[in-house]
């Protein structure tokens, strides 16, 4: 006699299988939030490595939500000393357990790195064992192109974008970056009118100078038909940084919570105004206009360079990956430069004697006309306190990689998985490589350059990374703060308003929680 299917055994079947897939899920679970995490706590323990006890899937995440909001529920004194209260978590840890010490984000351990030559080999990353950390999918709606690339992938694109930031094409953009400056100053001008001194918050201006300049600078257009994406842009980040507690639990990103949808929402609109500004320029071409006198026009010529020498369309991107680079070229073109120019502005405040000694030298080198590039180059003491304000303040406050193999670093075997936290902001700060004077802003520092600023010459300031795959945008976001400091010293000096608190926190970079309002006096 045959067997005879029936429906309680096709249901019992089904359950089975469920129960199954539900087992293998709960052991998978359990191996991401538990087993693995005490493996690489067992790991690194063992080496004499201290660090936060594991919390079972949060890590330190909450505890690291109380310790932000509890730092930003008020301003904090007229000082530099700024690490406890923008990066509160790891600066406790390194106070309890030491400068090689671990935290926890979810499941996942991060060791903070203060080496310098450690440092330097983690971002040189000569064997690629060093990876960067892997970018939740909701951020890279957010943050995607070059900065995410690995491999291969990473080479081609920056080979490609590697002209269109070349020195020479620098001094091409310099008219762009003038006219932005014109703009900014003569709206201050007529705002301080004929009255005595004029009180503006400087950090909403610097982020409409900035985006106005890289919507000239980067597409040939005005900062209105730019201003749409930077809106967008900001309100991504925000609602990525309200988000950040749940990005690392399995499955959140895929959840049509109303926040989800409203990035994914962002994302398309973004693509389509770029993508609209890409077709234009596509036709601009085959209709054989100049094109390439801003940073898409010379990515493009770039790109079909490359896929002309190659005889492959391969080598080249693809017009999502061109439009991947124009959002990256949107945000950080403008975030970068506009807190480092607010910065400067608090900073000159407090300190008058400094504003007037780069007052003197921007008048001994241009008097009141525009500064040429050349000129640009010889700004000695302009170069020192940016450089004094990105040691302070700098735009990132940390980077990030991770090991993907067992690594050897100084006396530590690292296991796979771990990740390892640059802290920028602790290095910037840490009187072991600065010297007792380390919060004070003394650009004096960098009277010999970068090499010789720290103690022992240890090369300990890196607010655009190192390595490979140092910011390709450096230059561009060192000219552009040179240009508009140079233009605003020649026509005002400024003072901080009584009403100003000190609050710097991040949002992706370094801001003022509560603004800069600035005292400007036309001169």
């Known amino acids: 006699m045959g067997w005879q299917v029936t429906a309680d055994m096709l249901w019992c079947l089904g359950y089975g299988a469920s129960a199954l897939l539900l087992v293998a899920w709960a052991v998978q679970l359990l191996h991401w939030a538990w087993w693995t995490p005490r493996r690489l706590d067992r790991a690194l323990r063992a080496q004499g490595i201290k660090g936060t006890p594991y919390s079972f ?20 004194p007229l000082s530099h000393d700024i690490a406890p209260r923008v990066f509160p978590l790891q600066h406790r840890a ?28 983690v971002l040189s990353n000569k064997f690629g064992h060093y990876g960067k950390t892997r970018v939740n999918s909701l951020w890279r709606f957010f943050i995607g192109g070059l900065v995410t690339y690995e491999g291969d992938k990473w080479a081609k694109h920056r080979r490609i974008l590697n002209p269109a930031f070349h020195v020479e094409k620098l001094k091409s953009m310099l008219p762009a970056f003038s006219a932005c400056c014109d703009d900014l100053v003569c709206r201050w001008e007529k705002m301080v009118g004929s009255d005595t001194c004029y009180e503006l918050d400087v950090w909403p201006e610097f982020q409409s100078f900035t985006g106005d300049v890289i919507s000239r600078s980067a597409f040939g257009s005005n900062y209105e038909q ?32 109303r926040t989800n949808n409203r990035i994914k929402a962002i994302d398309r609109e973004v693509r389509t105004i770029i993508r609209g500004i890409i077709k234009k320029r596509e036709e601009a071409m085959k209709m054989g206009k100049p094109c390439n006198n801003d940073l898409l026009g010379l990515l493009m010529e770039s790109n079909i360079k490359q896929v002309q020498e190659n005889g492959n369309k391969n080598a080249g991107m693809t017009i999502e990956e061109v439009v991947e680079e124009c959002k990256l070229f949107y945000f950080a073109g403008q975030e970068t430069t506009s807190v480092l120019l607010t910065w400067t ?18 008048l001994r080198l241009f008097g009141k006309n525009r500064p040429d590039f050349d000129g640009l180059n010889h700004l000695k003491t302009v170069t020192m306190i940016l450089y004094e304000v990105l040691r302070l303040y700098p735009p990132a406050i940390f ?13 530590v075997v690292y296991p796979p998985g771990v990740a390892l936290v640059m802290p920028i902001i602790l290095i ?15 650009p004096e ?6 090499s010789k600023a720290s103690k022992n010459d240890q090369v300990a300031f890196f607010p655009f990374g190192s390595g490979p795959r140092i910011c390709i945008g450096q230059s561009f976001a060192l000219v552009e703060a040179k240009i508009a400091l140079c233009v605003i010293l020649q026509r005002f000096s400024f003072e901080l308003s009584p009403s100003y608190a000190h609050a710097p926190y991040t949002v992706i970079t370094l801001q003022p929680q509560h603004g800069a309002p600035i005292r400007l006096r036309r001169l």
């Open 226 to 257: 730019g201003r749409r994406i930077f809106q967008l842009q900001d309100e991504q980040a925000l609602l990525l940084i309200q988000s950040a507690r749940n990005l690392y639990i399995p499955g959140y990103r895929f959840l049509p919570t």
């Open 399 to 411: 980077l990030l990689r991770q090991t993907y193999k067992t690594m050897k670093l100084g006396n």
């Open 57 to 76: 899937l949060r890590g330190d995440v909450a505890e690291n939500v109380r310790l932000l909001r509890a730092a930003r529920s008020k301003p904090m």
């Open 345 to 362: 502005m608090v900073l000159l405040s407090m300190y008058p004697s400094w504003q007037d000694r780069a007052r003197e030298e921007v």
């Open 94 to 121: 390194v106070e309890e357990y030491g400068k090689l010490s671990f935290t926890w984000l979810g499941p996942q351990p991060r060791l903070t790195i203060f080496d310098i030559d450690q440092v330097r080999e």
């Open 445 to 450: 520092r960098f009277a010999e350059g970068i």
């Open 428 to 442: 910037h700060h840490d009187p072991d490589l600065w010297g007792a004077d380390v919060n004070e802003f003394k």
